[in-house]
């Protein structure tokens, strides 16, 4: 049995916002917003929309996508964005400029703007995200598939999401102990794979415990 000399410690997390003095009413406003934000609000309108809607999927994928269709009813913009994968950038920089440069194109090919009330513009926001202890670790395959399975899904989206996105490490934790605790390459490379766009964090969990339970029929124990 593979035994690992650092245990995987489960780590869940809660998302403490903060209201920013940036406001878009319109979709020019949005442009000129999305620019000069902190990066934070960047990660919490798009990969932090991925907590917020855990229980379920949803049509929009980010908070500008479903901005644009509600509140706007602009379903041209809001279809644009809705399909811009932020895990497909490497960097939140990146991500940013895709975003300006789509509201840009649109911008400029709409006759009129529609400019809306203060109540229902866009007011961005960032967040801090508190991590919190979970209880179970794990030194073996199996330990990791228990813990996996009953940790609250916040887990998931610490050390799946947060991890890439914010904190830099591009495999994931989870990926990231596989290969360099328990060496188990293969398991981490289909676990850096799964696609977590337009989806939901329980099914992510999903994708992760059938990966980890082939391993473990196949003798990964």
Request: net charge negative; hydrophobic share 45%.
């Amino acid at each position: 049995m593979r035994t690992a000399s650092q245990p995987f410690v489960f780590m869940g997390c809660v998302e403490l916002r903060q209201a920013l003095d940036f406001h878009a009413l319109d979709e020019r406003e949005l442009v000129d917003c999305v620019r000069e934000v902190p990066r934070d609000s960047v990660f919490f309108h798009t990969y932090g929309y991925f907590l917020r809607h855990r229980p379920f999927a949803t049509a929009y994928g980010n908070d500008f996508a479903r901005w644009a269709a509600v509140e706007l009813r602009d379903q041209v913009l809001a279809e644009r964005l809705a399909v811009v994968d932020p895990f497909s950038f490497p960097t939140l920089d990146e991500l940013r400029e895709e975003l300006v440069t789509i509201v840009q194109d649109h911008v400029r090919g709409v006759e009129t703007v529609v400019r809306l009330p203060f109540a229902r513009g866009f007011h961005f926001q960032q967040s801090h995200l508190i991590e919190v202890p979970l209880g179970p670790s794990a030194r073996t395959l199996r330990e990791f598939r228990d813990g996996l399975a009953m940790v609250d899904a916040s887990a998931i989206y610490l050390h799946m999401v947060a991890a890439r996105a914010r904190r830099g490490r591009g495999a994931g934790d989870f990926a990231e102990w596989l290969r360099t605790s328990l060496g188990m390459e293969a398991l981490a490379e289909k676990i850096v794979r799964i696609d977590a766009f337009l989806t939901t964090l329980e099914r992510v969990r999903g994708h992760l415990l059938n990966l980890v339970d082939a391993a473990l029929e196949e003798g990964g124990e």
